[in-house]
């Protein structure tokens, strides 16, 4: 490795584009940190429409008439959350594969970009 001196103005010129550029690790760690924090999130709500849904399910069973416009009501609502939520749920899922993938496919890179030139990493 060669040193080389360079100019102030023109290493934080650089340093500014490459920041711009790039995301940092200590985002990506927040973005992580956010979207499990969403499929908590998303977890707990499809947990409450699926009790809500078992209970409707019950009133219907005990109910002799069957369900009342208000609780036909209530379980189509239910249910269309419920459906919406799973759909939402599972592509924040696949996003998250795609992120862990890239993530991977990064640390893959520079482990081999090291090697080839004999160094190690920073990172």
Known sequence: MMRV???LRLRKAVRAWFD???ISVADHRQDIKDALWEVQ????EVTTLQA??????QARQAAPGG???ADRARLDDAHRLSQETARALDGLL???VLLWQAIDGLKAAVERSGERAGER???
């Open 5 to 7: 001196l360079v100019p």
């Open 20 to 22: 711009s550029r790039y």
């Open 41 to 44: 999130t998303l977890r707990r």
């Open 52 to 57: 809500e849904v078992e209970r409707l399910r």
């Open 67 to 69: 369900l009342g416009q």
């Open 94 to 96: 696949q996003n998250e």
């Open 121 to 123: 990493p920073c990172a």
